[in-house]
Each structure stands twice: as structure tokens, then as C-alpha cells.
């Protein structure tokens, strides 16, 4: 299994909204609704940011959204802040009964 | 307080094997499926594999399938990842990750430990 495509950085001004994607395949994004998206700062586990393609964990901030198109799916983050600064991974089901992460997006605001 | 715990850093030889062990506390260790990932240095995250704890019943990346076995002791609330053969690319952060529910409708994490580091050096 291939891990999922994402670009290796984004950047963005503080205030601004980026969009991270995460290209897959029709065996797992473009088949089922269980896309997560993880936040992870250095040294530290990763955090859950979405689950199901859209919905958000109490406790995650409404300037994390997320949708799905075709094997396509996006993570938006507006009101880019300081702390977004990270990198982050998207996950996929897939139709082999097991799961495969993105390759990781470092965000960087400037 | 709802978390899972690790054990501590390992140093191994190439070929050895290795066991991490992650225990749950807070919540009913046999409602929450538990996977593990891993990650070298700088690098991004690999899904291992998964485990049922109220059955026992587990699932290997393919990239695993011959050297991963993952167990469980419901007793303690504790799970294990153990892999073998070991060889420098081994060398990783391990993490175990709890899902929100059991079953095929949970594929999200939003339970980590903090993870394992496992040196693979002669």
C-alpha cells in the first residue's frame, strides 16, 4: 500500500487560509469515509484534527475543516495562527482491511 | 485520567527482536481498539497494524505481516507490539494509538501514547 500523496510544505500569512490535499486512490480515500487528518508538532504524538472526512473532535477549533472529492481529500485551515505551525498527516481506510497515512505536509506561517 | 503509557527506550542489534508495551488506564481497555504506528527520525508516520482487545483478533500492514505480532493482557490493560528480525531501518519512535470505539467503523486516533523510541544498532 502507498502511502497518500500530500505536497511537502505549505505556507501561509498569519490571518490567511491554506489547503493541504491528500491524493489517494479509489482502494481507499475514493472508496470510504474514513479520512483523518493529524496535527503533529515536534517531539510530540500526534493529535487528532478530523475524522470521517469532515467531522471534528470536541476540543478542535472550527478553523480546521476538511472535505472529500473523488480520491481527493482537503484539509483547509483559516485564520492561519502562529501554533498551526506543523506538520500534518492525513489516513485513509483502505480496502485491504488496513489503514495508510499521507506523506506529511509541513505548514509554515510566515 | 484517560491515557496509554509506554514502556521506555530500547537499544537492540540488528536481528534481535523487541517488545513495547502500551497500557491503558482511564477507560475499559476492551472497548477501544489499539494500533500501532511508527515513525523515523524526521520522517513521516507508518500504520503497523491493529489489534481488537475484546477479541484478540489483529491486522498487519503487509510491510509487517512476517515480523509484527501484536498481544494483549486484559488483566493489566496492557497491549504489545513485538518485531523481530530487527535491522537498522527499524529504528523509530513507536506509538500506540487507541481508537474511539471497536470494530471497522474506526479508523481515527484520538488516543496516543507518547511513544517508544527503538534504537537498531550493532
Known amino acids: 500500500q502507498s502511502a497518500l500523496t500530500q505536497p511537502a510544505s505549505v505556507s501561509g500569512s498569519p490571518g490567511q487560509s491554506i489547503t493541504i490535499s491528500c491524493i489517494g486512490t479509489s482502494s481507499d480515500v475514493g472508496g470510504y469515509n474514513y479520512v483523518s487528518w493529524y496535527q503533529q508538532h515536534p517531539g510530540i504524538a500526534p493529535k487528532l484534527l478530523i475524522y470521517?472526512?469532515?467531522k471534528r473532535p470536541s476540543g478542535v477549533s472550527n478553523r480546521f475543516s476538511a472535505s472529500k472529492s473523488g480520491n481527493t481529500a482537503s484539509l483547509t485551515i483559516s485564520g492561519l495562527q502562529t501554533e498551526d505551525e506543523a506538520d500534518y498527516y492525513c489516513?485513509?481506510?483502505?480496502?485491504?482491511?488496513?489503514?495508510?497515512f499521507g506523506t506529511g505536509t509541513k505548514v509554515t506561517v510566515l | 485520567q484517560v491515557q496509554l503509557v509506554q514502556s521506555g527506550a530500547e537499544v537492540k542489534k540488528p536481528g534481535a527482536s523487541v517488545r513495547v508495551s502500551c497500557r491503558a488506564s482511564?477507560?475499559?481497555?476492551?472497548?477501544?481498539?489499539i494500533n500501532w504506528v511508527r515513525q523515523a527520525a524526521g520522517q513521516g508516520l507508518e500504520w503497523m497494524g491493529w489489534?481488537?482487545?475484546?477479541?484478540?483478533?489483529?491486522g498487519y500492514a503487509q510491510n509487517f505481516q512476517d515480523r509484527l505480532t501484536m498481544t494483549m493482557d486484559t488483566s493489566t490493560s496492557t497491549a504489545y507490539m513485538e518485531l523481530s528480525s530487527l535491522r537498522s531501518e527499524d529504528t523509530a519512535v513507536y506509538y500506540c494509538?487507541?481508537?474511539?470505539?471497536?470494530?471497522?467503523?474506526?479508523?481515527?486516533?484520538?488516543?496516543w501514547g507518547r511513544g517508544t523510541l527503538v534504537t537498531v544498532s550493532s
Open positions: 494509538a487507541a481508537a474511539p470505539g471497536s470494530g471497522s467503523d474506526y479508523w481515527h486516533f484520538d488516543l
Open positions: 489516513g485513509s481506510y483502505t480496502n485491504s482491511i488496513t489503514l495508510v
Open positions: 470521517d472526512v469532515y
Open positions: 482511564g477507560y475499559t481497555f476492551t472497548s477501544y481498539d
Open positions: 489489534m481488537i482487545p475484546s477479541t484478540g483478533n489483529t
